[in-house]
């Protein structure tokens, strides 16, 4: 005989299971989402070390950093005409100081480093910045941490050595390598910066209003530095200037927006992690140059993903 008890039991078991696969698939569009953004971040930074190289053909580091930066400023200008009035005046001085530790500074030593060293090391040695995150949250944010979040990055960093070391780079670049040492201890403050005083705002606003500053500071630089006069002539470095823009609107730009997502929505560490794909990147360059890729390239690329896969797991 048919029980209104059983009835009932079998809703609300109907019930539970259609709660547990609507959350199962929230959970799953919601990691697509964050990965989906981690390999558009890995590789637009990932040739942003190379566009760097082509700019410095025809300019200065220093213009080279100076257009990067306005170019990323005018690209996200309206969006700063109509977040400025909404966003808290206590809050800007965070908002500031975030676009230039994340952008500004990091900018310059970059392209100071890239006069000497290559564009391949520079995105090696920019693999540190997951370490300097969870360093700069201990030691100025005060944050707790996990073991496995230690092991995973020190796995992924494990293998961007071995990728530097199969590489093989001559110790006299390592003098220049420090800029972009300090560059990564810039971006780890970062991370903590805006994640610990800058939640509740969209990615876009703090993305605009920070680089509208960092491109307001860095305009004097290429006014001093006759720049301007550079393409009244018939040698007029376009090609350069071109390479600059593209690393403005694109690795600075559009990309800071999703990096700002990517922390906000996927937490600091996992963030951080995209600078460990930056030499897959560098590698993947390498090959449509038709530089050789050993297996032992491949093994250290595996490694990283280790890294990356253990730091994400919940």
Known sequence: MYNCCDSSKLLAGLAAYTDICALNH???????THWSIFLLLSLTWGSSFILMK???EGLASYQVASVRLVAAGLTLLPFFLKYIRQ??????????LSGILGNGIPAYLFCLAETRIDSALAGILNSLTPLMALLAGLVIFKAPFEKRQLAGISIGLLGVVGLFAIKGVSTGYWYYGF?????????GVNIGLVHHYLKGFSSIQ????ALFFCALFALPVLIGSHFFPLFAGAQAPWKSLAAASTLGIFGSGIATVLFYILIQKAG???????T???PIVAIGWGLLAGEDITWLQVACLGVIFAGVALVSKK
Do not use: E, H, Q, W
């Open 206 to 209: 703090l993305s605009a209003i």
């Open 26 to 32: 929230t959970v799953l569009d919601k990691r697509i």
């Open 54 to 56: 082509i700019g410095m």
């Open 276 to 278: 460990y794909a930056l």
């Open 87 to 96: 966003t808290p005046r206590s809050k800007l001085p965070f908002i500031i």
């Open 268 to 274: 600091t560490v996992f963030a951080s992690m995209v």
């Open 179 to 187: 800029f972009v040492l300090l560059a990564t201890v810039c971006y």
